[in-house]
């Protein structure tokens, strides 16, 4: 089946400094993408979709400056988390489909960022 | 707005028995509705879908049935494997296919 990669599966970071997190699809072409936020015993947050070659389109409440996502290339999307704070520890998930089925949508595996 | 309620776990069961993870939601107009699992390591993987009133999904002996009376998608599977355990998230999708909402996860663990 498809798979999408995401890399790295853990990070832990000083307080003020950024982390990159990417999500690669490695067999078909990702048209649209989501990252997601859980946080512990609840639900995965829906942050942002990024289409590829245009800005990703940020849910309510999610900062864009903080949560910069780039989806220049129809495999490839990041996620770069700015200026990193304690409150932003948490898991984060990103998916990719192709076209406008959500049966065809492929997880990553998730990345844990622990900000120190 | 809409949503997914789902069964709070941990759940541990032993092989062979009987298992349901209840999932309940609250949506606009027709919405899909999925099971996704997640086993140690891995990511989210699809395991059964519906995308109507009354369709049951299946797969891996697991089963779920789309009741629109109830707003209910419950997952269930008549006897657990070891092999089975994981974290199982129930999910739903509007039908612009521009929202995609998760439960919880319940986490399942089957010992021998």
């Known amino acids: 089946g498809a798979v999408v990669s995401q890399h790295p599966s853990r990070v832990i970071c000083k307080s003020g400094t950024s982390v990159k997190i990417e999500c690669r699809s490695l067999?078909?072409?990702?048209?649209?993408m989501f990252w997601y936020r859980q946080f512990p015993k609840q639900s995965l947050m829906l942050m942002a979709t990024?289409?590829?070659?245009?800005?990703?389109?940020?849910e309510q409440g999610v900062e864009k400056d903080k949560f910069l996502i780039n989806h220049a290339s129809l495999t490839l999307s990041t996620l770069t988390v700015t200026s990193a704070h304690p409150e932003d520890s948490s898991f984060y998930i990103c998916?990719?489909?192709?076209?406008?089925?959500?049966?065809?949508?492929?997880f990553g595996s998730g990345t844990q960022l622990s900000v120190l | 707005g809409d949503s997914v309620t789902q069964m709070e776990g941990p759940v541990t069961l032993s092989e062979e028995a009987f298992l349901t993870i209840n999932c309940t939601y609250t949506?606009?107009?027709?919405?899909?509705l999925f099971w996704y699992v997640q086993y140690p390591g891995e990511g989210l993987q699809l395991l059964l879908k519906?995308?109507?009133?009354?369709d049951k999904g299946s797969n891996k002996g697991f089963e779920a049935t789309y009741r629109k009376e109830t707003t209910s998608f419950h997952l269930e599977k008549g006897s657990v494997q070891v092999s089975d355990s994981a974290v199982y998230f129930c999910?739903?999708?509007?039908?612009?296919?521009?929202?995609?909402?998760f439960g919880t996860g319940t986490s399942l663990t089957v010992i021998p």
């Open positions: 990024s289409n590829e070659g245009s800005k990703a389109t940020y």
């Open positions: 949506a606009t107009g027709y919405p899909s």
């Open positions: 067999d078909f072409q990702a048209t649209t």
């Open positions: 999910a739903l999708s509007n039908r612009a296919g521009n929202q995609f909402y």
């Open positions: 998916s990719a489909r192709t076209g406008q089925n959500n049966e065809k949508l492929f």
């Open positions: 519906a995308t109507k009133a009354d």
